[in-house]
């Protein structure tokens, strides 16, 4: 991987239309679940062929065989019923989990999807996972006494899927939370749950937040129990750059150019512009350089334009750094 400002992906991207269909037949019987999952093998090998010639350097599935990010775990745990559809934002819905039960993991979740994704390229691949507090937060409670029990419970089983993924030979595990910044009050609870998964894992280790009031909690942010944090930044204007001007940290930080609300394929210039803003306040050596959040809400053309053209501002400022 690139020592200056290597490039990834938040992970997930938009679906083929052939996926949709086939979960549409699967759920009227007209298909085997096994026809659904090689469809959505192709569909992984189609995203990683992508990133490899956009030159990408640590590299994401796409999240093909998942729908929303939190039932698809809750899917997969013990301890969970999926209620009916519920609003997120805007014109989005999801099936939202309900702990009716002591949650826990009949097996792996994900390991075997990595080690699929990881033996179509040479490049490193993330390990995808949906952080306890977020699982928590985004589902409905009808079975612990308090919510700091769910959390941590949580914490347990989504650490034992790091562990499975690392020892399959994921050197890079991804805990998504964005759910995180949304109660600062409750922001050491959640970096105690998150502290769980990653103790003593040997894999680097990144947490991904988005679309929340940092201000709040930046001093619990820069201090999560992770090596990267993954951040927005495009969708509000680089604004969280002045938070980290005026409070350094040492850890690396991925930082958002693409926003990925917003159908234009942003012009490389206006990339070249934000990247250079965030040498201001950090060594290119500590910083990647990504998309605000998953790309799976874009069509491909415009995932691939966006992409193509982050790439293309990377470069511009690599060669500008001498790091080619």
């Given amino acids: 991987m690139r020592s200056v400002l290597p490039t990834t992906s938040v992970g997930s991207f938009p679906k083929p239309d052939y996926i949709t269909r086939a979960r549409t037949a699967l759920a009227q019987g007209k298909i085997s679940p096994g026809e659904l999952q090689e469809l959505e093998l192709k569909a992984v090998a189609h995203w990683v062929r992508i990133q490899e ?5 640590l590299l994401v599935d796409g999240e093909m065989y998942r729908g929303d990010m939190v039932t698809y ?23 939202k989990p309900v702990a009716v039960g002591p949650v826990g993991r009949r097996s ?7 080690k699929h994704t990881q033996a179509l390229t040479k490049r490193p691949v993330k390990g995808m996972l949906t952080g306890p507090y977020t699982i928590a937060d985004w589902s409905f409670n009808e079975y612990y006494n308090t919510r700091e029990e769910f959390i941590m419970d949580l914490a347990r089983l989504v650490r034992e899927e790091a562990r499975d993924l690392e020892r399959a030979g994921a050197k890079y595990i991804q805990i998504d939370e964005p759910a995180v910044s949304t109660r600062p009050e409750e922001m050491d609870l959640a970096s105690r ?70 159908h234009r394929v942003e012009p490389v210039e206006e990339i070249v512009a934000g ?21 799976k809400t874009r069509t491909e053309e415009e995932t691939v334009g966006k992409l193509r053209n982050m790439m293309a501002a990377v470069g511009r400022v690599r060669g500008e750094l001498g790091g080619g």
């Fill in 53 to 57: 010639e956009l030159d990408m350097d």
């Fill in 108 to 114: 792996a979740i994900t390991v075997e999807w990595w």
């Fill in 193 to 262: 749950a998150l502290g769980v998964v990653t103790k003593g894992l040997g894999a680097f280790t990144v947490t991904h937040m988005c679309y929340g009031d940092f201000a709040k909690v930046f001093d619990q942010l820069t201090a999560l129990p992770v090596d990267m944090l993954d951040l927005e930044m495009a969708n509000a204007g680089y604004a969280l750059l002045e938070l980290f001007r005026g409070h350094p940290t040492d850890k690396y930080v991925s930082m958002g150019v693409l926003d990925v609300h917003d």
């Fill in 275 to 295: 990247i250079r803003r965030g040498l201001e306040v950090f060594r290119p050596e500590r910083l990647f350089i990504d998309p605000d959040c998953g790309l």
């Fill in 73 to 95: 775990f809750s899917e997969h745990m013990e301890g969970f019923a999926i209620s009916g559809l519920v609003r997120s934002y805007g014109n989005r819905y999801y099936r």
